[in-house]
């Protein structure tokens, strides 16, 4: 079984829905992270979090929220999608700062 | 602001030729330096790492990296490429107390058979 995992693995939705990604880790690191991918722009980071109660924006948190419901799930959401939000979504955790992270297969994201 | 550069965005090679990809980055400090590679439609793996002691370090699939202080630099290479090399570098630094990793733009690299 994969330590981070990410569901749905693809998900195509609608302009204006509510959207959560899924990340859960079995690695039991304290540190979690979501990014998106876009061609030639690389990896941006959206949200991380330390812990249950350290929750941090990224480069380009806005349209997004995040919740870390326990040490091992981090969930992502587009509270109100559009089409720019189309991209590729990574998890990934750590377990500490400048450390190693280690990351879920992705989510494949469109929104129409 | 801390960031990462990778010079070459699009590398295009054949079977067995050498590979040097470039990374530079700008802070002063202390520094850990990673390079991961991307599968075509596989999630980012890690390749090699540096932390600290020897400046050469040796990754997976005969991957190789130089960091060179005084040029800001962790330059990944390989002596002779395969197809299955195929697949997307980035390279990525964590400065000094920064609690986050500062990521290249990713350069693409196709090895023709």
């Known amino acids: 079984d994969a330590d981070v995992t990410q569901t749905p693995r693809n998900r195509i939705t609608k302009t204006g829905k509510r959207i959560m990604l899924e990340c859960s880790q079995t690695?039991?690191?304290?540190?979690m992270y979501w990014y998106r991918q876009d061609p030639g722009l690389g990896l941006r980071l959206i949200y991380y979090s330390f812990d249950v109660k350290d929750i941090n924006k990224g480069e380009i948190s806005d349209g997004y929220s995040v919740s870390r419901q326990a040490q091992a799930k981090f969930s992502l959401s587009l509270e109100s999608a559009i089409p720019n939000q189309t991209a590729l979504y990574f998890c990934?955790?750590?377990?500490?700062?400048?450390?190693?992270?280690?990351f879920g297969a992705g989510t494949r994201l469109s929104v129409l | 602001a801390q960031s990462v550069s990778q010079h070459n965005h699009h590398v295009i090679l054949s079977e067995a030729a050498s590979l040097e990809l470039g990374c530079n980055y700008s802070?002063?400090?202390?520094?850990?330096l990673f390079w991961y590679v991307q599968y075509p439609g596989q999630h980012l793996q890690l390749l090699l790492k540096y932390f600290s002691g020897d400046p050469l370090v040796k990754g997976i699939k005969g991957f190789e990296a130089e960091f060179i202080k005084s040029k800001f630099s962790f330059n990944l290479r390989k002596p002779s490429v395969q197809w299955s090399d195929t697949a997307e570098y980035f390279c990525a630094v964590n400065a000094g107390n920064n609690r986050k990793l500062i990521w290249g733009l990713g350069t693409s690299l196709a090895v023709n058979p």
């Open positions: 802070y002063g400090g202390t520094v850990n």
């Open positions: 990934a955790t750590s377990a500490y700062s400048g450390g190693i992270q280690y």
């Open positions: 690695k039991g690191h304290d540190r």
